[in-house]
């Protein structure tokens, strides 16, 4: 894109580049920002139809579709509140540490295969580290409420998160063992082809440990059955008891988008990234990587596959809200450290030991054969957010 | 955006800029690197010790996006995970012993201030005077670091550069590498943990406590009386044997 603003538009380098930055960040903003408006709207109509009640019916219309925009309206007009005995700062600035964490896990989360931030060869490492930082807004807004409730919401939440990030690592790790790459655009290629070759379906072990994964990614997010931080029967609201207003609003955004990317990281990883069950287009004969319109609206198709598998993993997140009670933090701790990482540990040796000894799989002939697996980018101008060519905008300190 | 370029070793592969050009790579450099020592700083003046533990989460995830910006990714990652996530049990710990009033201010007296400032203007002189005695960088040939890693910066810090396979010319006394200020600052490192460990070390009970209450009870002559010893312990309800059993 950046090319095409100095070439074609015109525009100068800096100017050209700072407008392809921000373009990119708008987007990643706009998909967790109208993610949550969706979704909070989906939450209320799930919960109502899974309580046996309709949940929002009249505003805006048919299905109370407009209903998150009222609730957000109603946010801003809320006053911001804080306790006298607060510390002022950090009160101020935890749900922006919350949203910042959540929105720059998305940086390098692929959509499509070339719709992707900034492509990095650790993206698995860098969204699960990045992740992992989200907690950090939580402690800040228990410690800065001086609020017992609060504190305690949010010294649960270090305890969950710290104990949860090792059988998620473990479970990341599978994938990446039979890709060979921490690449997530990598790791979702090798998976083109039809539904088999997800790697979902790659071995046994590699079916147990998606659900392992799930377990994890439900809890690392803070989401019921392990929404110990703001268990509102015991803590009130947890570490958000004493936000209100637009502040509480951060704080939800950043929990949605996590879910999002939680379920992303799901589809890219297990459910074949933005490869559908069946390869519609490579049987047309497209293919995404050609960069004229027909790749381009191959890779659209590929964005909104992955998309929509996000989506299901967070309505089904939604569903497991809404019908399991919540957990007692000693059994959110025995779910982590009895069950779930001696699993993915297990799963581990299994997807390894399987991986040596049935290389091509059960029926070799369901396989993508590794010479047609395409890696890299596209040279040239095809992609939207191809990465600069060697010349462009590209300098360095130099010292003669 | 930018990628393929080793910032430490301050390469262009890049035809000569126009002058009009803004050079983004250290326009990003200055802002991290400001950001991560105004924000060092801000840990040594704060004096709550969560808002400092922030400030290090800050400083340290300025300089995992100076890595970033080295193109070494990993590193870069890994900074992220291990210091910024082990700063997160830091705030914890922080957060667990500040919820009591006396310890919710940490401020030490003028002449604590004083002679600590002596000795960090110090430190940094010593510091800043071996970084610059390196020698400087050059444009390496081309294919030199077309892998961008972490192995470059790890090379330099022991002194083989990307820049110079050959190894230090002797022309120059300047240094190869980054040893000498990398050294200073572990001995710094380890001095700072002796320090930690002399503050924070056991003051001297009036009470035994129950452990040393059972190291000086008769050590036992093998494992299966030892064990004896416990299963007797736990049936009389000792304090040793603990209290779920």
């Given at each position: 894109m950046a090319e095409f603003l100095i070439n074609?538009?015109?525009?100068?380098d800096w100017l050209a580049w700072t407008v392809t930055a921000m373009v990119a960040a708008a987007l990643i903003l706009n998909v967790i920002a109208g993610g949550a408006l969706v979704f909070i709207w989906a939450e209320r109509k799930i919960a109502g139809r899974i309580q046996d009640r309709l949940g929002p019916t009249r505003t805006g219309g048919?299905?109370?579709?407009l209903q998150s925009l009222a609730d957000g309206i109603k946010l801003l007009a809320k006053e911001d509140l804080m306790p006298d005995g607060a510390d002022g700062m950090l009160f101020r600035l935890a749900p922006y540490v919350s949203f910042c964490a959540s929105f720059c896990?998305?940086?390098?989360?692929?959509?499509?295969?070339?719709?992707?931030?900034q492509r990095m060869n650790v993206g698995v490492f860098f969204v699960i580290a990045v992740l992992g930082l989200e907690v950090f807004g939580v402690i800040l807004a228990g410690y800065a409420s001086a609020s017992k409730w609060s504190l305690f919401g949010a010294m649960r939440e270090a305890a969950q998160v710290v104990s949860y990030e090792v059988p998620l690592g473990m479970c990341v790790v599978v994938p990446v063992m039979l890709a060979g790459s921490m690449d997530l655009v990598t790791i979702a290629e090798k998976?083109?082809?039809?539904?088999?070759?997800?790697y979902l379906f790659h071995d046994p072990f590699t079916f147990v440990i998606f659900w392992v994964y799930v377990t994890c990614a439900v809890a690392s997010v803070n989401?019921?059955?392990?929404d110990l931080a703001e268990a509102e029967s015991e803590l009130?609201?947890?570490?958000?008891?004493?936000y209100s207003g637009l502040r509480w609003s951060y704080f939800f955004m950043a929990e949605y988008g996590s879910m999002f990317l939680v379920s992303a990281l799901a589809a890219l990883l297990f459910?074949?990234?933005?490869?559908?069950?069946?390869p519609v287009a490579s049987l047309l004969g497209?293919?995404?990587?050609?960069?004229d319109t027909a790749g381009y609206f191959v890779r659209l198709l590929g964005m909104a596959n992955l998309l929509g598998k996000a989506t299901l993993g967070v309505l089904i997140m939604m569903w497991i809200r809404w019908t399991l009670p919540r957990l007692r933090i000693d059994q959110v701790m025995m779910t982590c450290l009895k069950y779930c990482t001696p699993i993915a540990a297990a799963m581990f040796l299994g997807a390894m030991l399987w991986q040596v000894a049935l290389p091509g799989g059960?029926?070799?002939?369901l396989r993508r054969p590794a010479g047609e697996i395409r890696e890299g980018w596209?040279?040239?101008?095809?992609?939207?957010?191809?990465l600069p060519s060697a010349d462009a905008g590209k300098v360095a300190k130099v010292n003669p | 955006m930018i990628s393929a370029l080793s910032m430490i070793a301050g390469?262009?592969?890049?035809?000569?800029?126009?002058?009009?050009?803004?050079n983004w790579h250290s326009v990003f450099f200055l802002l991290f690197a400001a950001i991560a020592c105004g924000f060092a700083v801000a840990v040594v003046a704060a004096e709550n010790v969560v808002r400092m533990a922030f400030y290090l989460v800050l400083s340290l995830g300025a300089t995992a996006g100076l890595f970033f910006l080295a193109g070494a990714e990993f590193v870069g990652a890994m900074q992220l995970m291990i210091y910024v996530g082990g700063t997160l049990v830091l705030l914890v710990f922080g957060v667990m012993l500040t919820?009591?009033?006396?310890?919710v201010a940490i401020k030490g007296s003028g002449r604590d201030r004083v002679l600590a400032g002596f000795v960090g203007v110090a430190l940094l002189a010593v510091l800043l005077q071996s970084a610059f005695s390196v020698k400087p960088w050059r444009a390496a040939a081309a294919?030199?670091?077309a892998e961008p890693a972490a192995t470059p910066i790890g090379m330099s810090l022991v002194g083989v550069r990307v820049d110079d396979p050959?190894?230090?010319?002797?022309?120059?006394?300047?240094?190869?590498?980054?040893m000498l200020p990398f050294e200073i600052v572990s001995i710094h490192l380890l001095v700072v943990l002796v320090g930690a460990a002399y503050l924070a070390r056991a003051k001297r009970r009036k009470t035994p406590r129950a452990i040393e209450v059972a190291a000086s009870v008769e050590p036992p002559a093998s494992v299966a009386e030892h064990a004896s010893i416990g299963r007797e312990r736990q049936r009389s309800g000792s304090v040793l044997a603990g209290g779920r059993s």
């Open positions: 074609t538009v015109g525009l100068p048919k299905f109370g579709w896990a998305f940086i390098a989360l692929p959509f499509a295969f070339d719709f992707v931030g998976q083109a082809g039809w539904l088999t070759n997800w989401r019921a059955p392990f009130v609201a947890g570490f958000h008891t004493e459910l074949g990234g933005w490869n559908g069950p069946v497209l293919s995404e990587g050609t960069g059960l029926v070799p002939a596209l040279p040239g101008p095809g992609g939207a957010f191809a | 390469i262009s592969t890049a035809a000569p800029l126009p002058v009009a050009a803004i919820a009591q009033a006396p310890l294919g030199m670091v050959a190894g230090g010319a002797p022309a120059t006394n300047k240094r190869p590498g980054y």
